[in-house]
């Protein structure tokens, strides 16, 4: 299909084709045509495969390179150097449209999961009206489609639903609008960087309709129209060039709230790169018009500390991003972040803490950090003596867990959130953060603990354990919101996927509740269901295979790594795939119901 027929649908598209060589030429000759560079000459790459050099933007050494590229520049990269041409389109778009395009009912069609919590409180529990699935009903799902991402190696950007319609970010930058039963396509949206955040859906404060909200990993958040895909604005929200938004961004109100984490932990091992100068912040955007209402970083200005052993200026202090979706508290007009590591000395407070902000200015009310001297940079090794290191090298034992404002059985409030030190908190909101309780999942590591996302119901938190790079990974706990005691603990099952790289049972995506069960997304590429009464399991699907897709793209199963699963209607929708940080490559979005 040509691109009159793609307009004619009504699907967005970017109107013209990137020159390949031209973008070389800006983002990526300085180094490979360069005579002293260590980077590959371009005619050593042109011996590779496009798919290859597409693979390393996307998800390989290049990566931090390749998100500052969109998916048509980097297959236009792809396809100059190697001198071969990419299969497909970098939508994905040219089979499985909707072959009608009705109004959109916004809030008129309910059930809906409108951002990564499934509400500002990020409680991850979808009440039995919305989920429209009972703990009865669950043995008996059953997939009822798949939807294939191309030219990707992870299916990262948690489903979102809202007026019968799934909105979806894509590893190649590609955001899309389905429809919620069928899976049909209704629209595409191109943004300027891969799209691992939730798609957060909402009124347009003023303008009638609802807009869709999401950022990229450039540190970019968009504005588009929810109906059609037409931008409404597009902001970046953070210039240092390796800054990215990781987390999904939160609306509240007419303020979007948009926290910024970055690559450059993972650039000091270059001796030639000056490391580091990236400062973790959260920012407020006019939902309206995402003009900035306020920014507020997280560590002061970076200053010179030291030159390495080739001369190369090191500066600090640095890091403590926000790698997750803000919490919203609205009877105590705080936005609550929760932080990073910092890559270089000195130690801060703002790192590895939780954080409450002022809604309306930014102004920090309070810091509750957990892990003090967090300095770690993945460079640090002792043979290396790399100058700007700490005497010590932290643990990485920061927050990609969102914080979690839950009410307690004894009608308190508490934020409960799990870190990467393996160890789940229970924190008071009227006492500065203060601990109420913790409790120990895991044993945590760098990839370790709890990473991208613990729930909560009425009466328990579930805390989902990774530990993927030590020898027992995996595993799930149900602890108690007022006291923080074990309720059960459901040991991880072996791995369905057999042995090898990326094959354990570490569940390090994030968990989803409904009254009932948990849903729990294993790197075994596992999705399995527990009963919330024991632990023990009622329904599993193994995602480990090629599926035929709506929309015509090759696309299989693997590691379930960072999303969790997004439920509403009567229906689960949950993706499958992540070749990264210890998991198996993979594209597909899958969605189940019941026969």
């Known amino acids: 299909m040509g691109l009159g027929a793609l307009v004619a649908s009504g ?62 520049e980097r297959r236009a990269v792809a396809e100059f150097v190697s001198g071969k041409t990419l299969g497909g389109d970098v939508t994905g778009a040219t089979v499985g449209r909707c072959t009608a395009q ?66 979806v970010g894509s590893h190649n930058g590609t955001v899309y609008s389905l429809d919620a039963k069928t899976g049909c396509i209704y629209w595409t949206y191109s ?85 580091c100068t990236f400062r973790g912040s959260l920012s407020a955007l006019d939902a309206k018009t995402g003009a900035v209402v306020w920014k507020t970083y997280l560590v002061p200005e970076p200053k010179p500390l030291s030159k390495n052993s080739v001369g190369t200026t090191l500066w600090g202090p640095s890091g403590a991003g926000i790698w997750s979706a803000p919490a919203i508290d609205v009877k105590r007009g705080v936005v609550y972040a929760a ?10 407070d703002t790192s590895d803490a939780v954080i409450a902000f002022d809604l309306k200015t930014g102004k920090i009310k309070w810091t509750r950090q957990v892990t003090p001297k967090d300095v770690f940079g993945g460079w640090c090794r002792p043979s290396l003596k790399n100058p700007i290191c700490p005497e010590e090298n932290g643990p990485d034992f920061d927050f990609g867990n969102a914080p979690i404002l839950a009410k307690l059985p004894n009608g308190k409030d508490a934020i409960v959130i799990g870190q990467k030190s393996g160890v789940g908190w229970a924190l008071d909101p009227d006492k500065e953060g203060a601990v109420i309780w913790q409790y120990r999942a895991g044993q945590g590591s760098a990839l370790g603990g709890m990473e991208w996302g613990s729930a909560v119901d009425d009466q328990n938190a579930y805390f989902p354990v990774s530990d993927i790079s030590l020898p027992k990974p995996g595993g799930l706990h149900a602890v108690q919101l007022t006291t923080g005691e074990r309720v059960w603990y459901a040991p991880p099952p072996p791995p369905i996927c057999g042995s090898g790289r990326g094959c354990n049972a570490a569940q390090t995506a994030a968990v989803t509740v409904i009254q ?59 993706n499958s795939g992540y070749g990264d940080h210890g998991g198996r490559p993979g594209n597909v979005l899958l969605a189940f119901g019941v026969e």
């Open 191 to 275: 943004a300027k960087s891969s799209v691992r955040s939730a798609v957060s859906i909402a009124p347009l404060n003023g303008g009638g309709g609802y807009a869709a909200y999401f950022g990229d990993t450039a540190a970019n958040a968009y504005a588009v129209d929810a109906a059609t895909g037409k931008e409404i604005w597009s902001r970046k929200v953070e210039e240092h060039p390796l800054a990215r938004a990781t987390g999904s961004p939160t609306l509240y109100g007419k303020l979007l709230y948009v926290g910024v984490s970055s690559f450059e932990e993972t650039q000091g091992s270059n001796p030639r790169y000056e490391c």
């Open 102 to 167: 009705p109004p959109f009912p916004g809030a008129k069609s309910l059930p809906a999961w409108t951002s990564w919590g499934g509400s500002v409180t990020n409680t991850r529990f979808q009440p039995p009206e919305q989920a429209g699935l009972t703990a009865e009903q669950v043995p008996h799902l059953t997939l009822k489609w798949a939807f294939g991402f191309p030219d990707a190696t992870s299916a990262w950007s948690q489903p979102t639903v809202f007026g019968g319609r799934l909105f």
């Open 516 to 574: 009932g069960v948990v849903f729990s997304g294993s790197n075994d590429g596992a999705l399995r269901a527990y009963s919330t009464k024991d632990g023990s399991i009622i329904w599993e699907y193994d995602t480990n295979r090629e599926f035929k897709t709506l929309n015509g793209v090759p696309a299989k199963g693997a590691s379930m790594h960072s999303a969790g699963a997004t439920i509403a209607g009567g229906m689960l929708y949950v």
């Open 339 to 348: 932080t990073g590591n910092t890559y270089t000395p000195p130690q801060l």
């Open 11 to 72: 699907i967005p598209v970017r109107a013209e084709t990137p020159d390949g060589s031209a973008v070389f030429a800006r983002a990526c000759a300085a180094c490979h045509d360069g005579g002293d560079s260590r980077a590959p000459a371009r005619e050593v790459l042109a011996q590779r495969s496009p798919e290859a050099i597409l693979s390393s933007l996307t998800a390989g050494l290049m990566r931090p390179q390749g998100a500052r590229l969109d998916g048509l």
